[in-house]
């Protein structure tokens, strides 16, 4: 039997955007298109940025005011702009209007957050958070994650909700995001009042985002919402290597291999819902468990200090504050840093070591080939100073 052709979001758009919200519910595929969509950067768009329903705008005239100036601030070098405007064709979606764009850089807070929202044909509303963006400052904000109970974007994505919702009375919520964005989704879902999490939230959406802390799916906020959180992970994503998905989630079959399977565009899909995948990468699970195994030994303090230290190495001590920055530096700051490294925890810096080298490993040709070269060499340094001061 011929292996069945592997379709995308793209083909969705050419063979079921036809089809209008009423005559098809909506469906986790339409998250993701929604999803895909918070990446491109709105910031020239004022009219956006109202809260205001009536000020909202149909995909097709923010599309119109769209130049390549414009495409999506993710870590992907795919173009969104394009499918964008190939949403804006059909049927489906050309009705949908958006509104309530918002992004923010904070340093100081260490919060990169951004979301916009979508008033779909059905009555109700989509609230769409960005994941991380090329910012370092975002990238710090997810290793937080992993010792702080909450992160200056998880407490600005539940009041943001609140918001949407205040400016929406008579509409119900959907949530959803990429990356980091879904982590935003599900902890906003989980921390809405109870009110509001009981008769207007539908759903929300983890895209290949962290998981949490088991403390946290513990607790009687996320066990309200349970149900209603849909978490979807490519069968070799690295999105488990700081925090641990313990809830319940579906495995995606991606056309991507390794870390690319994190592009939401390469995701399979099969009709309305994404195909699904038998099992994790065995590479994947080995990694992730030792990373995991190592962490669950760690106390909270000891969490922050292994993250500051590995966000430093990343940022050559605070001088990079892009990845276009740190591609650019060179291997001088992080070396330096390296050097000041090597009386660190023996565990701690073999650790740094194994997380650059997948980190490189998995990178492959292709996106940010450069920075996966800088992570490989730093953590061939680590190896040798490592394997260095164990012979003395």
Not at 9 to 17: K, T
Not at 73 to 85: A, D, K
Not at 345 to 370: N, P
Request: a negative charge; aromatic letters at 10%; one cysteine or more.
């Amino acid at each position: 039997m011929a292996e069945r052709k592997k379709t995308t979001v793209r083909d969705y758009l050419a063979w079921r955007g036809d089809l209008t919200f009423a005559q098809d519910g909506f469906n986790e595929v339409d998250n993701l298109l929604l999803c895909i969509v918070s990446y491109i950067d709105f910031q020239r768009i004022v009219r956006l940025r109202s809260y205001k329903p009536v000020d909202a705008m149909s995909i097709g005239e923010v599309c119109g005011l769209l130049t390549e100036k414009d495409e999506q601030l993710g870590l992907s070098e795919e173009e969104y702009i394009p499918v964008m405007r190939a949403m804006a064709a059909t049927p489906r979606f050309r009705d949908v209007k958006m509104f309530a764009f918002e992004s923010s850089i904070d340093e100081e807070k260490v919060m990169q957050f951004a979301a916009v929202s979508f008033l779909l044909p059905d009555g109700s509303v989509f609230a769409a958070y960005r994941g991380t963006d090329t910012t370092l400052v975002g990238w710090q904000e997810d290793f937080n994650m992993s010792f702080l109970t909450a992160v200056p974007a998880q407490l600005r994505a539940t009041e943001y909700a609140e918001e949407v919702l205040k400016c929406c009375p008579r509409r119900k919520l959907r949530l959803g995001g990429h990356s980091k964005g879904g982590n935003l989704a599900a902890w906003a879902a989980m921390h809405l009042p109870e009110k509001l999490q009981r008769k207007r939230l539908l759903a929300a959406y983890n895209n290949d985002g962290p998981g949490f802390d088991r403390s946290v799916l513990a607790s009687e906020e996320y066990r309200r919402v349970a149900e209603k959180i849909h978490t979807f992970i490519p069968e070799s994503s690295l999105v488990g290597m700081l925090l641990e998905h313990t809830e319940d989630y579906e495995l995606i079959d991606s056309s991507n291999r390794a870390l690319m399977q994190h592009e939401p565009l390469s995701w399979n899909v099969l009709g309305r819902q994404f195909c699904r995948s038998a099992q994790r990468a065995e590479t994947a699970k080995a990694s992730d468990g030792a990373i995991r195994e190592w962490l669950a030994d760690m106390s909270m303090q000891e969490r922050q200090e292994f993250t500051e230290a590995f966000y430093s190495i990343l940022s050559m001590g605070g001088k990079a504050k892009t990845l276009d920055d740190l591609r650019e530096g060179g291997l001088s700051g992080g070396v330096a840093l390296l050097r000041e490294y090597v009386g660190a925890d023996e565990k701690k810096r073999k650790l740094v070591a194994q997380i650059l080298l997948r980190l490189a490993a998995e990178m492959g040709e292709g996106l940010w080939k450069s920075v996966g070269q800088y992570w490989r060499s730093l953590g061939e340094s680590i190896e040798q100073k490592y394997r260095s001061s164990a012979e003395a």
